[in-house]
């Protein structure tokens, strides 16, 4: 087993940096406004899904996709589709709240693209490719395509009529200049397309931008408590910030704005060692939506790791049992919106994923409304430990990312959950 230090000295330390940071500077970023409630947007309701059905497999680590990049796609594939197939993906994108949102799932995603868009290189640095891959399928139909780019900025691309490695090829190029031009792990699967698939993807790599940078005198080097300990850079910041504690499920919730407040980070901490699956039962849809509207400006002493989480998912397996199925069945898919041709013919083969997501020390350029806080007797946010995260537009509500950091890229040490 590895030392350990006394309990007070770990605490001590990273609140004597943050406050040494924060009497340095009295223009810490304000926190974020409340912002639009979860039960109404489609983002939140598949994503939380999608989580569940993704870490419910053992073997998953560092999981991370974009609950707006695959609403927006499966929404679009939604309007090329009719009959049950059309009843299954419209399903999917239901939200607990459907009363006026239901009937505009289609323009509540295309408002949040947008917002995301025209927030890049200031808030954040976004890299994100969003299309619908054809094998050898009928002519597809241009007003599909046109309605496809323009609401939900999807792209159509034939696949070549090569063989499985040459689509796989196709693939992974396609990922690697979505991700603009991150070298990210291949698909390992081959893709055994064969005519008439059709193969949604999705490719997003994302770098948030703080109000304030981190100093070299606000990171050192500590172990992050993970799957497997390892040796990772931490960052401390002091500030006010919104947060809450479940002391009963003992859980801590905490909410960091990003540079403008346009879009913030929240994440989801247990307050002891531990991986997550304690927590992720715990994740319904109405549980974070309380979390959240509990949560209250607060003085923090903030550490986090210097991290990149990184997932290359296929969702074929998930979206099946969260009860999309005939869209895979090619006697019965009906695309008949993507082709007129489509009867027997078109079927859904796969939903790939690329994504990534880097906790870096960058700030924002430029002047922002920035106030004098008053930081006094901070309670301490120490990310040590697995953790989940969200990247939440404070527009929209829209979820741009969701994930969890279970282990953290570092020297590795003896000790593991």
């Not at 309701?45 to 497999?57: K, N, P, T, V, W």
């Not at 049950?84 to 009937?103: H, I, M």
């Not at 906790?359 to 106030?371: I, P, S």
Request: aromatic share 6%; hydrophobic share 40%.
């Amino acid at each position: 087993m590895l030392p350990r230090l006394p309990v007070y000295l770990l605490i001590s330390l990273p609140v004597l940096l943050v406050q040494g940071s924060a009497s340095s500077s009295a223009s810490a970023p304000s926190p974020p406004p409340r912002t639009p409630p979860l039960l109404g947007d489609p983002t939140w309701a598949l994503g939380l899904r999608l989580f569940q059905a993704l870490r419910s497999d053992s073997s998953s680590a560092n999981t991370l996709f974009s609950p707006l990049l695959v609403a927006s796609s499966l929404g679009a594939l939604c309007g090329g589709s009719a009959g049950t197939t059309a009843s299954q993906l419209q399903d999917l994108l239901k939200t607990p709240s459907p009363t006026k949102a239901q009937a505009q799932t289609g323009e509540l995603l295309s408002q949040a693209l947008k917002s995301f868009t025209e927030a890049n290189m200031t808030t954040f640095h976004l890299h994100t490719s969003s299309a619908v891959f054809s094998k050898q399928s009928a002519r597809v139909s241009q007003g599909f395509v046109k309605d496809s780019q323009a609401r939900f900025r999807l792209q159509h691309q034939p696949l070549g009529k090569g063989d499985a490695k040459a689509d796989l090829k196709q693939l992974n190029s396609w990922a690697k200049a979505g991700l603009g031009g991150l070298e990210a792990a291949p698909l390992e699967a081959e893709i055994q397309a064969k005519a008439g698939a059709l193969i949604l993807a999705n490719a997003l790599r994302f770098k948030g931008l703080w109000e304030r940078e981190f100093s070299g005198e606000s990171t050192d080097l500590r172990t992050f408590l993970g799957t497997k300990y390892t040796k990772v850079m931490m960052m401390h910041r002091a500030g006010l910030y919104r947060q809450h504690e479940d002391m009963e499920n003992m859980v801590q919730v905490l909410e960091v704005p990003l540079w403008g407040g346009k879009v913030s980070l929240v994440f989801l901490l247990p307050f002891h060692v531990e991986n997550l699956a304690r927590l992720e039962k715990l994740l319904t849809l109405e549980q974070l939506s309380k979390w959240m509207e509990e949560t209250s400006v607060t003085s923090m002493a903030v550490s986090l790791p210097k991290a990149n989480i990184t997932s290359i998912l296929s969702l074929q397996k998930q979206l099946a049992a969260l009860g999309l199925t005939d869209a895979w069945d090619q006697k019965v898919a009906d695309f008949s919106g993507v082709s007129d041709e489509s009867k027997g013919k078109l079927h859904l083969q796969d939903v790939l994923h690329w994504a990534s997501l880097e906790l870096a020390a960058q700030a924002g350029e430029g002047e922002t409304d920035r106030k004098e806080q008053n930081i006094e007797k901070p309670k301490l946010f120490y990310a040590d430990h697995p953790f989940v995260i969200f990247v939440r537009d404070n527009t929209t509500g829209a979820l741009l990312l969701m994930g969890a950091l279970d282990h953290a890229q570092g020297e590795a040490l003896h000790d593991e959950l």
